[in-house]
């Protein structure tokens, strides 16, 4: 239906901004119907009408530091995310410290280009290697950060924190919050709970090792989360033993990156670190749910325009080209029912 939208287009994908659009194409928006004939009544022909759209881009993923380079690297795979691994390449364990990577599903030739449908799962992660020499520093029960991550599917499949110990063994939880303008809130996501009390056993993390949450069981309820959307992690040391608690932090951090520290589980005192991140994993369970956004401005000073809103959009496939081994161009053709579109003010 419009191919090559305005004269400047922005397009996000998953919250990422892909600058670099070679080029948009968006089909069959609109109302779609279908007849069918429900089991109980042979003869009632009923009709159903659904909005629903379509499409693809094709942009060229960055490599510079950051966020964009996460996304260069989820989209490169093809086999959907990033899992990282142990060194003897089986899946993160609790007190590993390795950092390579652990294809999934399908591998692939990087001279050659590769036509594949994404698997369910996406990331968001800091690998241990990235860390800095400072830590975040919880001294006694009811130190709490909180910790931003942008939403790329609508439940937690697991998550890991980079950590270490002094002396005694650690405990602690982690809830999800919601986010306000940049700002954590005390506001719980729903179902989002505390997890189970997690242990940091000192015999086992007096280094920095990958301390590997139980998501809570009601974080696997569906659409919990809003793909695309910011949500806090709040971490909460729950012991009273002798000795400290750490987290690693990243000296940069992704676009979408905060943190917050305070002596007790309440935001109103909470203290901003505004250079650093926690280096922290988190998987996803599922992509039928993904979000594209795009901004087609109609002048210059991006003012104008419209924005198309495409939420739990299920990529149809994604066709990486390495021809460039700087950067990767890649075409996605996706399809959703839920859309909308505002004017740019």
Not at 86 to 99: E, P, W
């Amino acid at each position: 239906m419009v191919s090559y939208l305005g004269k400047r287009t922005r397009v996000e994908f998953n919250g990422h901004d892909v600058s670099a659009t070679i080029g948009i194409t968006l089909n069959n928006m609109g109302i779609m119907m279908d007849t069918f004939v429900p089991l109980s009544d042979n003869n009632d022909h009923d009709i159903e009408i659904e909005e629903e759209a379509s499409g693809s881009f094709e942009f060229v993923a960055s490599h510079k530091p950051g966020a964009d380079n996460k996304f260069r690297d989820t989209m490169n795979l093809v086999t959907g995310f990033l899992d990282l691994a142990d060194g003897d390449g089986t899946a993160l364990a609790h007190g590993d410290d390795d950092d390579s990577y652990l294809p999934t599903d399908e591998n692939f030739d990087a001279t050659n280009d590769v036509n594949a449908t994404i698997p369910r799962y996406l990331t968001v992660f800091r690998r241990i290697g990235e860390a800095g020499t400072t830590f975040v520093d919880y001294n006694a029960t009811n130190d709490t950060t909180w910790v931003k991550f942008r939403a790329q599917g609508e439940r937690i499949d697991a998550m890991a924190l980079a950590a270490k110990t002094t002396t005694a063994d650690k405990t602690f939880t982690v809830s999800i919050v919601t986010d306000s303008s940049g700002t954590p809130t005390d506001s719980l996501v729903s179902g989002m709970s505390a997890s189970a009390t997690q242990t940091c056993a000192h015999s086992t993390f007096s280094g920095t090792k990958w301390a590997v949450i139980s998501t809570h069981s009601s974080w696997s309820d569906a659409d919990r989360l809003t793909v695309g959307t910011d949500y806090w992690l709040r971490i909460t040391r729950t012991d009273s033993n002798s000795g400290n608690f750490f987290l690693a932090t990243a000296d940069t951090r992704q676009d979408y990156a905060g943190l917050y520290t305070d002596d007790n589980a309440a935001i109103a005192d909470a203290t901003p670190n505004t250079t650093q991140e926690v280096v922290h994993y988190i998987k996803f369970k599922k992509t039928e749910g993904l979000k594209v956004v795009v901004y087609d401005y109609i002048d210059q000073a991006e003012t104008g325009g419209l924005i198309w809103t495409f939420d739990k959009v299920k990529l149809e496939s994604v066709v990486p080209s390495f021809a460039n081994k700087q950067a990767t161009r890649a075409t996605v053709s996706w399809k959703c029912n839920d859309w909308a579109f505002d004017e740019i003010t």
